[in-house]
């Protein structure tokens, strides 16, 4: 079974509200769906959701890599010959969300022509991830009612606040009213994507002491590497690399250097074989995990479930998947639901990703 062709569709879906946090900011999925077709007719689907405040990736440079760069050098190998894929998109640097999504949609492929499920092929070590929701900036009242509303209607409880707000009193007023108002049951933990210094990250931390919060995400930038340190080094509580560990390789470099000491896997940016080679280090070297959202479509948060389940260490957090309730509507021809906080795996062969044709002709920029 030979890669026969391979399509990058643009697309855009507005969001019902816009999602903040102290790097950008989101108004409508502007993303590339990726379609990988074989010689006998079989089709392989993931999404790349570009992120340029992140990765400094667009929508314009994912279709070109891949249409450009990637395609014709992968069509004509063999979809089981992971080891040549990966060596011709190695040959390429960063670009790692057009990467992923090529390497998510080649991996469907394998499950279709195997008739497996994905989440199988990979480890099959449950059915389905707990979920954590991702609140974005605003007031902590409105916050509070999101995270009481998401509880009620979904079960959810875990909550990740979005964080690095100047003046810092914004976000700290934030956990106390969430705390207060979410009670002790409810874990809920932070990311500042970079927003602060680190010694602003401590400042927070020591004025949000007692109220439970579990770990820290990219507190300021990971390039800062000293004040990381001193960060790592003084935190009673975990701090995540999440932006600075898109490969295997940073996140060696931000564990060795002591920049981090949790990680953060998404597959969005990893892919689904270098997310294993990260899960793999880091469950060797005794790193927690927890299964991120790059603001993902129901496509994109499927592809993280049928990870996240896969194996133990990343399924024994909630995994962030339900910022794709914020979307005003999405291409999966059967739709994601969150029922009792969690959100099961597909048993179709594959991934299970299937796209509802009418909206994609509905949505599609080219
Ligand atoms: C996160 O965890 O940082 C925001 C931008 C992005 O790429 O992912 C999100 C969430
Ligand atoms: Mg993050």
């Not at 993303?31 to 006998?40: F, G």
């Not at 810092?168 to 106390?176: F, K, N, P, Q, Y």
Request: charged letters at 25%.
């Amino acid at each position: 079974m030979k890669i026969e062709r391979i399509e990058a569709i643009p697309y855009a879906i507005p969001y019902t509200h816009p999602l903040k946090f102290a790097s950008g900011e989101v108004e409508a999925a502007e993303h590339v769906l990726i379609r990988i077709h074989t010689d006998d007719g079989l089709v392989g689907t993931a999404d790349a959701p570009p992120r340029p405040y992140t990765y400094g990736e667009t929508q314009d440079s994912i279709v070109s890599i891949v249409e450009k760069v990637f395609g014709p050098q992968l069509v004509g190998l063999e979809v089981l010959d992971r080891g040549k894929v990966r060596a011709v998109l190695d040959r390429t640097i960063h670009n790692q969300v057009a990467k992923g999504a090529v390497d998510i949609a080649l991996w469907d492929l394998i499950g279709k022509s195997l008739g497996t499920p994905v989440h199988q092929l990979l480890g099959g070590y449950t059915d389905r991830l707990r979920v954590s929701h991702m609140l974005g900036f605003r007031p902590a009242r409105d916050l509070l009612d999101e995270a009481l509303r998401f509880g009620e209607d979904y079960g959810i409880t875990t909550f990740k606040l979005k964080v690095g707000r100047r003046p810092l009193d914004l976000d700290i007023e934030a956990c106390h009213v969430l705390r207060e108002g979410l009670g002790d049951g409810v874990e809920l933990y932070l990311d500042a994507n970079r927003g602060w210094t680190a010694n602003e990250a401590l400042e927070v931390l020591r004025r949000t002491e007692g109220l439970g919060i579990t770990r820290l995400e990219e507190p300021c930038d990971a390039k800062e590497a000293m004040s990381r340190q001193r960060l790592v080094a003084r935190s009673p509580i975990p701090i995540v690399g999440d932006e600075s560990v898109p490969t295997a390789g940073d996140v060696s470099r931000e564990l060795l250097s002591g920049g981090c000491n949790s990680i953060c896997i998404k597959t969005a940016r990893s892919g689904f074989s270098e997310a294993q080679e990260i899960l793999g280090l880091c469950t060797g070297l005794g790193v927690d995990v927890t299964m991120g959202n790059q603001i993902d479509t129901q496509l994109g948060s499927l592809a993280t479930v049928a990870f996240g389940a896969a194996h133990e260490a990343t399924a024994r957090r909630a995994g962030e998947l339900s910022n794709f309730l914020d979307m005003s509507d999405d291409l999966l021809a059967d739709p994601l639901r969150i029922l009792d906080g969690t959100i099961a795996v597909r048993d179709a062969p594959g991934v299970g990703t299937d796209v509802d044709e009418e909206k994609l002709a509905r949505y599609r920029l080219n």
